[in-house]
Nanobody
Framework: QVQLVESGGGLVQPGGSLRLSCAAS????????TRWYRQAPGKQREWVAT???????NYADSVKGRFTISRDNAKNTVYLQMNSLRPEDTAAYYC????????WGQGTQVTVSS
């Protein structure tokens, strides 16, 4: 079983940057497809980015060119580098891994506001 822990959220001004981490405290994250999702208040959870076990990446149109997903297998961690942040990026960000079963972390809050 994989246990995921997200970190790195916080308050940032528009145009700023944050790097989120999704660390696996149990299990080997590198063998799983890993994804980032986000959920803003009153909205459905939406997919943000995916990284395959081989490193292939894919992004939602809303974040393409601003966000970068990457993995550090030695640290058993997947990252989401977020640049040029906008107020509409404000949400709780979650990572998940696998397919069936699907493992989720507890989330980390990102607030973009001046």
């Amino acid at each position: 079983q994989v246990q995921l822990v997200e970190s790195g959220g916080g308050l940032v001004q528009p145009g700023g940057s944050l790097r989120l981490s999704c660390a696996a405290s149990r299990g080997t994250l590198s063998i799983y497809i890993t994804r980032w999702y986000r959920q803003a208040p009153g909205k459905q959870r939406e997919w943000v980015a995916t990284i395959g076990s081989g490193g292939m990446t894919n992004y939602a149109d809303s974040v393409k060119g601003r966000f970068t997903i990457s993995r550090d297998n030695a640290k058993n961690t997947v990252y989401l580098q977020m640049n040029s942040l906008r107020p509409e990026d404000t949400a709780a960000y979650y990572c998940n891994a696998g397919l069936s079963p699907l493992y989720w972390g507890q989330g980390t809050q990102v607030t973009v506001s001046s």
